[in-house]
């Protein structure tokens, strides 16, 4: 399939959906489930984190979200369904996300507590956008 093709078969809404289930997903992430095991891991303190800017970092997030949900939805095509998109998306996750988070962590010298915390939210993220394009 051309990328025209592609891009006419688009759903816009199930994208959009995709991308704001990353926001879901992330605040119960790093929110009660893993939010002080990923700040020990990295020395953040809550102070650290205040000093971000919000409606930056929500926004280039929430920008970044999209177009990997914008890619997914392309990658899975308009013929996937439920069982094909959560799968591609597991498979994105793990195959080239949370391998090459891997090679950059060891490059980095990171801690494999918090590349788990973050590939885990990387392939359940990726599982949930492909289940919601396979789904539309």
């Known amino acids: 399939m051309d990328l025209t093709t592609a891009l006419q078969n688009i759903n816009w809404l199930s994208v959009a959906i995709a991308a704001?289930?990353?926001?879901?997903?992330?605040?119960?992430?790093?929110?009660?489930?893993?939010?002080?095991?990923?700040?020990?891991?990295?020395?953040?303190?809550?102070?650290?984190?205040k000093k971000r800017s919000i409606p930056r970092t929500f926004g280039y997030s929430l920008i970044l979200a999209f177009i990997a949900s914008l890619i997914l939805e392309m990658f899975i095509g308009p013929e996937a369904d439920v069982f094909f998109g959560a799968m591609a998306g597991f498979f994105a996750g793990i195959?080239?996300?949370?391998?090459?988070?891997?090679?950059?962590?060891?490059f980095e010298m990171q801690s494999m507590k918090v590349y788990f915390i973050n590939a885990g939210y990387c392939v359940l993220s990726l599982t949930v956008m492909g289940l919601i394009l396979g789904s539309w």
């Open 20 to 49: 704001i289930s990353t926001f879901l997903i992330g605040g119960i992430w790093y929110g009660p489930l893993f939010g002080k095991a990923w700040m020990n891991a990295f020395g953040y303190t809550e102070e650290d984190l």
């Open 95 to 106: 195959g080239w996300v949370a391998t090459f988070l891997g090679i950059i962590y060891l």
